[in-house]
């Protein structure tokens, strides 16, 4: 299971940080990322980190702003979101990827947390 934590409501600039715990089998050695979905739309790559390494990709939209860590003995990954914008609203969800790797598509992640919500107001 993955349970994300975090969300909520914040000004235009300002910051959040957002924590997935992982039990179970979601708790694996696996890649762990973020996604994000607005309403109407599909739901995008944020960012992810690897097992090993801890070696990170992100989106191009949230390059700089956006920061990805875990804490391995913890099982938890969290997600420091700086300098928010009105576009970054969104609910964001929390996955782990079967792979050594850094993947960045939705398809490759298996077990999914049930989502926070992030609400940017202008």
């Known amino acids: 299971q993955l349970q994300a934590s975090g969300g909520g409501l914040v000004q235009a600039g300002g910051s959040l940080r957002l924590s997935c715990a992982a039990s179970g089998r979601a708790a694996s050695r696996y890649a762990m990322g973020w996604f994000r979905q607005a309403p109407g739309k599909e739901r995008e790559f944020v960012a992810v980190i690897t097992w090993i390494g801890g070696l990170t990709d992100y989106a191009d939209s949230v390059k700089g702003r956006f920061t990805i860590s875990r804490d391995n003995a913890k099982n938890t990954v969290h997600l420091q979101m700086n300098s928010l914008k009105p576009e970054d609203t969104a609910v964001y969800y929390c996955?782990?990827?079967?792979?050594?790797?850094?993947?960045?598509?939705?398809?490759?992640?298996?077990?999914w947390g049930q989502g926070t919500l992030v609400t940017v107001s202008s």
């Open positions: 996955a782990t990827a079967p792979t050594t790797g850094w993947p960045t598509t939705r398809y490759q992640y298996n077990y």
